[in-house]
């Protein structure tokens, strides 16, 4: 997993909280692949729902700038691998 203290984590949870209803849409079908969440905390319990961002793969030496890269969605397990963005304006 993360660290949840980890800056860009942190920066994960306001840049989501900003977006416009139609931006979270999009990122729950990009991480997820469904185009809405269960309803009911019920429904989240029922499928065994519950979104987790994963630890960003290491970089073999040499590879581009981490701020390059684009998150991964695991869309079948709804998890999405962040990386370690420098801002989050990159992100």
């Known amino acids: 997993g993360v660290d949840r203290t980890a800056p ?3 920066a994960f949870w306001r840049v989501l909280r900003s977006f416009t209803n139609r931006q ?4 729950v079908k990009f991480a997820w692949g469904q185009e809405r ?7 989240f319990e029922a499928g065994n729902v ?4 994963k630890a960003w793969p290491r970089k073999p030496p040499g590879s581009p700038p981490t701020d ?3 998150p991964l969605a695991d869309t079948c397990f709804f998890n999405i691998a962040l990386p370690p963005y420098s801002s989050e304006a990159i992100m």
């Open 68 to 70: 390059t890269y684009l």
């Open 8 to 10: 860009y984590i942190a």
């Open 50 to 53: 519950r979104m987790l961002v």
């Open 37 to 43: 969440l269960p309803t009911t905390d019920r429904g």
């Open 24 to 27: 979270r849409l999009r990122f």
